[in-house]
Antibody, heavy 122, light 108 residues
Framework: QVQLGESGGGVVQPGGSLRLSCAASGFTFNLYAMHWVRQAPGKGLEWVTL????????YYADSVKGRFTISRDNSKNTLFLQMNSLRPDDTAVYYCASSLMSSTWKYYFDNWGQGTLVTVSS | EIVMTQSPATLSVSPGERATLSCRASQSVANNLAWYQQKPGQAPRLLIYGASTRATGIPARFSGSGSGTEFTLSISSLQSEDFAIYYC??????????FGGGTKVAIK
């Protein structure tokens, strides 16, 4: 049974940094691309970033490019999101999501974590 | 960037009735379209991928159709647990992977 569990959210001041983690289990983590998707309070879903199975390829939404960095530790089945220069409009629930069923380069999200709330406020 | 537009924003339906939700892409996405259901306080759940293939465990009352730029999610007979927000997502051309703004299915 696939399980994804995010941690690391909290309240941070504008301009600050935060590192999110996502612990994965129930599947062979090092074989699959992983994503972060966020949802601002009362708003829709926004894809944030994707990392390939081996970490060699990374893609970002324009809204976070240059500020956020995705990474993974396949030895620990863990996904990370380093968020720097945070802004109030980064306030959202951040979900990690997997693409276990997708064929290569055609990514939809078949499993989601419960999310972790990031609040950027002074 | 491919823009996904969902309509209506809110759909009021009585239990047992049929619901039809629409999703339009700003350019063709072939059949690379997924649908998700999200209930308050919960993560989204994958319902449909490939425009029409139900994900594991999804009841047969959910069906997806369409290709190119026009897509539909139908719920044949609404159950109480189906009242939620539904999102479409294209994965044909990216980055970015893009979602529609959502349709809330509310009790009439």
């Amino acid at each position: 049974q696939v399980q994804l569990g995010e941690s690391g959210g909290g309240v941070v001041q504008p301009g600050g940094s935060l590192r999110l983690s996502c612990a994965a289990s129930g599947f062979t983590f090092n074989l699959y691309a992983m994503h972060w998707v966020r949802q601002a309070p009362g708003k829709g879903l926004e894809w944030v970033t994707l990392i390939s199975y081996d970490g060699s390829d990374k893609y970002y939404a324009d809204s976070v490019k240059g500020r956020f960095t995705i990474s993974r530790d396949n030895s620990k089945n863990t996904l990370f999101l380093q968020m720097n220069s945070l802004r109030p409009d980064d306030t959202a629930v951040y979900y990690c999501a997997s693409s276990l069923m997708s064929s290569t380069w055609k990514y939809y999200f078949d499993n989601w974590g419960q999310g972790t709330l990031v609040t950027v406020s002074s | 960037e491919i823009v996904m537009t969902q309509s209506p924003a809110t759909l009021s339906v009585s239990p047992g009735e049929r619901a039809t939700l629409s999703c339009r892409a700003s350019q063709s996405v072939a059949n690379n379209l997924a649908w998700y259901q999200q209930k308050p306080g919960q993560a989204p759940r994958l319902l449909i991928y490939g425009a029409s293939t139900r994900a594991t465990g999804i009841p047969a009352r959910f069906s997806g159709s369409g290709s190119g730029t026009e897509f539909t999610l139908s719920i044949s007979s609404l159950q109480s647990e189906d009242f939620a927000i539904y999102y479409c997502q294209q994965y044909n051309k990216w980055p970015p992977l893009t979602f529609g703004g959502g349709t809330k299915v509310a009790i009439k």
